[in-house]
């Protein structure tokens, strides 16, 4: 009997998965499922270059817009999540395609969770406290001395995941990077066929400059603007655009800067998600051409893969 199929289309930000994944789901009768960390909150439609409402139409989208900015998400509830939906997808004969940039969502479906470790109150106080008074760096280096793989792969400004890998390194004695090792994910029950979107770095690097550009002119200052009217999650906090709103708008400098720095801090985290991937030898990897439409991509890989995505 054959497995029943799951497919993610990867990449980094501004490559422009949402457009060939919509073409490539109509052509393989799929549904997207969003594998991105900020995508799933409402009221961030600039800032996280969210599908439009036209999109929606054409193909049915999950996880997209799903919970308000306040409130936490975190891995363990995607993958609860992500997994009903996948069970009702194929009862009704479709395929889930997965759609983003998050390696961490990727890696929670694909490979499984570690066995879940129980918060500690008392230590995830300390750390917490240790967060107020010394800063997300002393946190990050710190857990750096001890879980050198771990820090490797969260950002300096993820608090939470930082607070959460010492907290299991100091309750069990044991790196959450080993313990993650020892997981089984989805890969182990379905068939897996994982796609990923590159193209030349100058290339990649042109598309999010104009994006940002893109970002302004639609209004995302305004939209920062009302999100920091609200308690914002740990998570959504940090979402690139925020950060470096904030910034000009409390007169730190001006608007030039403010757009400077997030296209400058988009390329870096483009480039974190291709280093991330790239350590991945399941992902097939698709170059997208100077000019070519979503459409012609979306053939290309139906072309090169038909066998593996339809039979």
């Known amino acids: ?18 457009a060939v994944a ?17 995508q799933v909150y409402r009221r961030m439609d600039i800032l996280t270059s969210q599908v439009t409402r036209r999109q929606k139409r054409q193909i049915k989208h999950h996880l997209v817009g799903a919970i308000n900015p306040g409130q936490e998400y975190n891995v363990a509830r995607y993958r609860r999540t992500a997994i009903v939906i996948c069970d009702k997808l194929f009862a009704a004969g479709k395929i889930p395609l997965f759609v983003g940039g998050s390696g961490l969502y990727y890696s929670v479906i694909v490979d499984g969770l570690f066995a879940a470790v129980p918060q500690d109150k008392i230590i995830r106080a300390q750390l917490e406290k240790q967060l107020k008074l010394k800063g997300n760096t002393y946190l990050y280096r710190r857990l750096a001395k001890v879980d050198r793989a771990a820090a490797a792969k969260i950002h300096p400004h993820d608090c939470r995941r930082i607070i959460r890998a010492l907290e299991v390194y100091l309750k069990t004695g044991k790196c959450i990077s080993k313990l993650q090792k020892e997981r089984v994910g989805l890969g182990s029950h379905y068939q897996v066929k994982v796609f990923g979107l590159t193209s030349p ?45 904030k910034g000009y ?14 296209q400058r801090n988009s390329r870096h985290y483009a480039k974190r998600q291709l280093t991330w991937f790239r350590k991945d030898t399941r992902i097939k990897w698709i170059k997208v051409r100077e000019n070519e439409k979503a459409v012609q991509i979306a053939e290309r890989i139906i072309k090169n893969f038909r066998k593996s995505l339809i039979s």
């Not at 490539?24 to 969003?34: D, R």
């Not at 990649?204 to 009302?226: H, P, Q, S």
């Not at 708008?249 to 997030?262: A, F, V």
């Open 201 to 245: 770095r100058q290339s990649l690097y042109t598309a999010i400059d104009r994006r940002v550009e893109k970002m302004f002119t639609a209004g995302v200052i305004n939209e920062v603007k009302r999100l920091l009217k609200t308690k914002l999650s740990l998570t959504a906090k940090y979402a690139i655009g925020i950060p470096e709103v």
């Open 1 to 18: 009997m054959l497995k029943k199929k799951i497919i993610f289309l990867l990449g980094p930000t501004g490559i422009g998965k949402s």
């Open 22 to 38: 919509i073409k490539l789901a109509k052509k393989i009768n799929a549904e997207i499922i969003s594998c991105d960390s900020m």
């Open 249 to 262: 708008l409390e007169g730190k400098y001006d608007l030039s800067e403010c757009k400077r720095l997030m």
